[in-house]
């Protein structure tokens, strides 16, 4: 069964400064998609970024970049310069490649800029 | 374009009665279907996903049910609500060639 974990419920990084999230998987397939999600206090669910298993390229989509680490199972979101609209819950997900197609989540973290 | 809508936004109801969320997207065919509900403050839980008419492969059965009665249609059910229903429900669709899940606007439901 596919599983994703975020570690860190809870991050504060300054304004204009980096920060990396943190995101590990576990999936016994050789094909899966990795997700990004940006929640803030609205509800919405913002699409970030997409990286695919067999994408030799870490992903990247503006400020944000996924530090795809196949080996390690690890699919850790940087986001640069950050910006205070970036405060809002992070939330990592996997689609498998089973007929089904299922999209787990892993649990948010929820990253605070502070000015 | 693809557009995805549910409704309601917002429902309280009473333990025990009857729950119906609707789900419909428009622009594409043949979707990969979800729902989700997520309680306060926590993550994602995946509840319900679909392939196509009558297809539905259930996480986490207890008191609700799905049903897809046409092609870009998803319907979450339940036949008598417990305090633990509360939540945002939130339904999506799977864009295969972007990679992307498309989600709706959310139904918060409230248990009372």
């Known amino acids: 069964a596919q599983k994703i974990t975020q570690t860190q419920p809870g991050m504060f990084v300054q304004e204009k400064e980096a920060v990396t999230l943190d995101c590990t998987y576990d999936t016994s397939d050789q094909s899966y998609g990795l997700f990004w999600y940006k929640q803030p206090s609205s509800g919405e669910m913002i699409f970030l970024i997409y990286?695919?298993?067999?994408?030799?390229q870490n992903a990247t989509e503006g400020r944000y970049s996924l530090n795809f680490q196949k080996a390690r199972k690890s699919a850790n979101l940087v986001i640069s310069a950050s910006q205070l609209g970036d405060s809002a819950m992070y939330f990592c997900?996997?689609?498998?490649?089973?007929?089904?197609?299922?999209?787990?989540f892993g649990t948010g973290t929820k990253l605070q800029v502070i000015p | 374009s693809q557009t995805i809508h549910q409704w309601p936004a917002t429902l309280v109801q009473p333990v025990g009665s009857p729950l119906s969320l609707e789900c419909t997207v428009e622009g594409t065919s043949n979707p990969n279907l979800y729902w989700y509900r997520q309680a306060a403050g926590r993550g994602l839980q995946l509840l319900f996903y679909s392939v196509g008419i009558g297809q539905i492969s259930s996480e986490v059965p207890q008191n609700l049910s799905a049903s897809r009665p046409q092609d870009r249609q998803f319907i979450l059910s339940s036949k008598k609500l417990l305090l633990s229903d509360s939540g945002f429900y939130l339904c999506?669709?799977?864009?295969?060639?972007?990679?992307?899940?498309?989600f709706g606007e959310g139904s918060r439901l409230t248990v009372l």
């Open positions: 990286q695919g298993s067999y994408d030799e």
């Open positions: 999506a669709w799977l864009g295969l060639n972007t990679g992307e899940l498309f």
């Open positions: 997900a996997m689609r498998d490649s089973g007929g089904y197609q299922k999209v787990t």
